[in-house]
Every structure is written in structure tokens, then in C-alpha cells.
């Protein structure tokens, strides 16, 4: 387990995985030219999730690990075609292997690495720390 955190870490510092603050000042500060994506379940995103997100549910399935990074991808690619505006990722787990697979690719895909952040933290202590940035029951 601690292998996997330490593996995890190092893998987070490649794909510029935030703090809290950083991510939220990100987002605050960049909500015309960010893409924001919240990446759990549409029900946990019906409780809340933050304001400007969108869903993209990859926290529900069955199937193969990166069975839903593609849903991703192509979404990106029709809101952003000429990739120019910078990427958010959040999901429940915080800064998941999933997630920081999926921030890779696309920063591989052509937004490149200084265009792609996520989350460190769990959506949830985030979302406590930074009550403004979330909305509730939609």
C-alpha cells in the first residue's frame, strides 16, 4: 500500500497534480479559458460538484480500467478543438491512478503538461475547504 502511495505521488508530480489552494485559485481565477471536469458519478455530482463542472462520469463502471478515458478525450476535443484552454480534473478518490492517467493523455493529446491539473486531494475535503467553489443539489 505504501509502495502504491509512494508510486502514486511520484506519478502525480508529472501530471501536475495541485493542493487545494492552487487548484482552487486556478479555477477562480481562470474560469473563461478552463475546461473543468468532475469525473465521479452523475448521482455524487447531482449532490454537488463545482460550479462550472461538467460530468463525465468514470466512476461507475464495471469495465476495464481505462475503458472510459476515450469518453473524455472526445468530449475535450469537440469543447476545445484548437487546445487552448486549460484542463481541471477532480474525482472522489483524489488524484486516483485513473486520473492522473487520464490528465497524461491528454496532456499527450495536445494540451500539454502545463495545460493539465488535478486535483491532489479528495473532492470532498476540497469542497469543505472551499465552500464558495461548490454547488449544491442540482
Known amino acids: 500500500k505504501d509502495d502504491d502511495d509512494d508510486k502514486n505521488k ?9 493542493t487545494d489552494e492552487a487548484f ?3 479555477y477562480k481565477n481562470n474560469k473563461e479559458t478552463t ?3 468532475d469525473m465521479r458519478t452523475e448521482a455524487l455530482y447531482k449532490v ?4 462550472g463542472a461538467i ?3 468514470c466512476e461507475s463502471t464495471d469495465d476495464a480500467f481505462y475503458s472510459n478515458d476515450a469518453k473524455i478525450y472526445k468530449e475535450l476535443e469537440k469543447m476545445d478543438p484548437s487546445h487552448t484552454k486549460y484542463i481541471q480534473l477532480y474525482d472522489s478518490k483524489g488524484a486516483s491512478q485513473f486520473t492522473i492517467h ?3 493523455q491528454i496532456s499527450k493529446m495536445g494540451w500539454g503538461g502545463d ?11 476540497f469542497a469543505n475547504k ?7 443539489g442540482e
Do not use: C, Q, R
Open 102 to 104: 487520464v490528465a497524461s
Open 130 to 136: 472551499f465552500p464558495d467553489a461548490i454547488v449544491k
Open 10 to 18: 511520484k506519478e502525480l508530480g508529472k501530471s501536475n497534480g495541485t
Open 24 to 26: 482552487y485559485n486556478g
Open 55 to 57: 460530468n463525465i462520469d
Open 35 to 37: 475546461i473543468l471536469i
Open 48 to 51: 454537488s460538484h463545482m460550479d
Open 115 to 125: 495545460k493539465v491539473f488535478l486535483l491532489a486531494s479528495k473532492y470532498n475535503d
